[in-house]
């Protein structure tokens, strides 16, 4: 069984004064299997962040299912969601939603704080990630005292603590600089290499041509999608970067 299960997904939005209707997707259908690196992407308005809000139980769609674990989201109840995302997801955004009146070891360990974690177990568990992250001598600090990379490295750390099932990360390179951006990189190519299952929206080439598939979401449905197999990060962007000029210049589909 696949560990997500996207199943003929459609989400559409009612202005507000119901005047008009907007189809952000269209009919998505995909599933990921446990320990895979997953990529979307898509040009702006292609329907990927709905995708991504829907499938981090953000938002519902209007017909379709998600499941996790083959547990649908919408058999869960609403005062359950908070709880289920805290559980089985963990996430990392663009600009790190960190908490700048704590510190990052605080940070880190807010989803366990508001999970009932003991603080020995909390600690047990920061130690080999936060040497891992190279982020152990910045566990003092505060965010405004460390720079981008220090800043999502530590994000990261704070979704993979809670030994998520699957970690959904939002653009997680726009805002660093190309330097970090590598770095950070390297990390989620290690970490899906030890089994952490991960799904990231991006525009980067760069940042996709390290996931072992890419889909290409375009008009609110899966246009085509790219598999890794044997090729090499290289060939991967090279191929990535054509599938992009084929869904920029209305090529046909050919998922």
């Known amino acids: 069984m696949a560990l997500l299960e996207v199943q003929n997904v459609k989400k559409v939005y009612t202005t507000r ?22 990529a979307i992407m898509g040009e702006s308005g292609s329907g990927k962040t709905t995708l991504l809000n829907i499938l981090a139980s953000l938002d519902k769609p209007t017909s379709g299912e998600v499941l996790l674990k083959g547990r649908s989201f919408s058999k869960i109840k609403q005062r359950e969601l908070c709880a289920f995302r805290r559980d089985h997801l963990g996430f990392v955004f663009q600009d790190f939603n960190l908490l700048d009146t704590l510190s990052l070891k605080d940070n880190i360990f807010l989803p366990l704080v508001l999970a009932g974690c003991s603080y020995p177990e909390m600690e047990k568990r920061l130690e080999p990630l936060s040497e891992k992250l190279m982020i152990r001598d910045l ?14 490295r530590a994000a990261v750390c704070r979704a993979l603590i809670t030994k998520p099932e699957m970690v959904l990360a939002d653009e997680p390179t726009g805002a660093l600089d190309s330097k970090a951006s590598g770095k950070l990189l390297n990390l ?32 609110g449905e899966v246009f085509h999608q ?7 990060k290289e060939e991967m962007y090279r191929m990535i970067a054509d599938a992009l000029t084929v869904l920029q210049t209305g090529g046909e589909e050919h998922a």
Do not use: C, W
């Open 226 to 232: 790219i598999y890794r197999g044997n090729h090499s």
């Open 139 to 152: 566990l003092g600090k505060y965010p405004y005292e460390v720079s981008g990379g220090q800043k999502q």
């Open 188 to 219: 989620f190519s290690q970490v899906n290499k030890e089994g952490q299952t991960i799904l990231m929206v991006t525009h980067s080439v760069q940042a996709a041509s390290h996931a072992g598939r890419v889909l290409f979401i375009k008009d």
């Open 17 to 38: 004064f119901g005047g008009n209707k907007v189809q952000a997707i269209s009919n998505v259908s995909f599933s990921v299997e446990e320990g895979e690196y997953v």
